[in-house]
């Protein structure tokens, strides 16, 4: 399956959904290209990259950022890498741990990088125990671009959702017509201070719509449906 690319945002914005096999289950996670104002591309959760891909994406600008934002979303950054050799790699941190032999540039923290830094607001999730990521803010587009915190499956789902996926969203974790964080931050919030530190920062970004990696975009009433995702925590 050769990930098809579509415009999310006109001019800014293009996502790429791809196969991905996890935990017995197989699902979609979701690629983000932005288009900076300077016309490079801003590469968010790497899919499978070919040459029919690279093509796609060529048309679009030059991939000068490759940035894996969670400890769950690297696997196809190599492949980028290969592909576009003179693009730097920003990881989040904690990825340097785990895959020790991953190659990479920087190590994603609560600034953006200052060439992207009038376009992007972004912070770290820190202490949790099982999972970490970093929330970013396309501000010219007020659309907020996660991982693993909300993941959004349901009735309306646009996709045919794996059997095992469904039975464990809506008989285990409830999250079935429930957008909620992976259950990899429910088993394991940690340090609950410091997490909600970070989520009360990225309420406070003035987004409308959410581009998650799994299952559905949010398209409205994206700040209420991420605090109520959230709501556990920001009471603790």
Known sequence: MTPQIEEYIPGKIYIAEYPVHFGGM?????????????????????????????????????VSYIIAPGTYHHLHVSDFQGHYPDAETFICPGLEKKITDMKFDWILGNRPDHRWQNEFEQVVVTGTRFISEVAFFHKPSRTLLLVDLLENYGDDYTHSADPLLQFWWKHIFHMWNNPKAAPEYQMGWGDRVAVKRALDRILDWDFERIILAHGNTIESNAKAIARKGWQKVLEA
């Open 26 to 62: 197989d699902i979609l996670a979701r690629m983000s290209l932005v288009k900076l104002r300077d016309g490079r591309l801003w590469a968010h959760n790497a899919a499978p990259l070919n040459e029919k891909l690279k093509q796609k994406i060529d048309q679009l600008g030059q």
